[in-house]
């Protein structure tokens, strides 16, 4: 984990930073960017669903067998390293970060993210990530379930087809051919059952700051960010001193 970095004529402190939104809205590309820029710990949540995911699938559990699941969870070991200045995500020990990414994984995390167990065990461990402070975290219940007393929370959005768009070409790069038509169809019905579930639902916390992102270049995305965290700083709303960035 980064623990110190600078940048020219720029303070900011220890603080923890919920970044939520929908699929596609640029949360992780902008969680991590921005933590480069702090010398934060950059905290993808949302591949630790995958990778509990992932288990799932590969233990061939069906949507049926939430018990099997519950009871997968309390004997998976979930770990997110810097390896050569990057995140990795390790399950069991094993490098995932690539194949948590898969399309298959998009179908099925969702119902899996839904099940009490698996979300309390995330969280407990998404809290002893971020005990120290200095936390970029992002998901889709950050500000409003996992940590609802952050110093600050973004909710990023934009709409479906930017968002589907977004993605596909995230999937063609890796050399998964889809049409664009159904990867917007699933985007979207990601959102109806993130939006619908009955625990941790998708919403926008009251006091989170709303970006949309569908006319916003990643750059763009984490500089409003800066500004609002340079902000927090300067009202000393948190006591907790770290580093200046050159």
């Given at each position: 984990?980064?623990k110190?970095?600078k ?11 919920a ?13 991590k ?21 992932l ?7 069906s ?16 770990e ?13 020990g ?14 099925e ?8 167990q ?5 969280v ?11 936390v970029?975290a ?31 070409l ?45 006319d916003l ?9 800066a ?14 001193m ?5």
């Amino acid at each position: 984990m980064p623990k110190t970095g600078k940048e020219k004529g720029e303070e900011t402190r220890r603080l923890i930073i919920a970044i939520d939104g929908p699929a596609g809205s640029g949360k992780s590309t902008t969680a991590k960017l921005l933590a480069e820029r702090l010398g934060y710990h950059y905290l993808d949540t949302g591949a630790m669903y995958r990778a509990v995911t992932l288990k799932v699938i590969r233990e061939g559990i069906s949507r049926g067998e939430k018990d099997r699941v519950a009871e997968l969870v309390d004997r998976t070991r979930i770990e997110l390293r810097y390896v050569g200045g990057k995140m990795r995500v390790f399950l069991d020990g094993e490098d995932v970060t690539e194949l948590i990414r898969s399309p298959e994984v998009d179908r099925e995390i969702s119902w899996v993210s839904q099940i009490p167990q698996v979300r309390r065990r995330m969280v407990q461990l998404q809290r002893e990530m971020a005990r120290e402070g200095g936390v970029i975290a992002e998901g889709r219940d950050m500000g409003t379930v996992v940590f609802p007393d952050a110093d600050l929370k973004i909710y990023l959005t934009a709409t479906a087809e930017e968002r589907g768009k977004r993605r596909w070409l995230e999937l063609r790069k890796r050399g998964i051919q889809l049409t664009l038509e159904e990867v917007v169809d699933e985007i979207k019905r990601r959102d109806r059952m993130d939006i619908s579930r009955k625990i941790s639902p998708l919403r926008k916390a009251k006091d989170a700051v709303l970006l949309n992102t569908t006319d916003l270049s990643v750059r763009d995305q984490v500089e409003a960010i800066a500004r609002l965290v340079r902000r927090i700083v300067r009202k000393g709303k948190h006591s907790d001193m770290v580093r200046q960035r050159t």
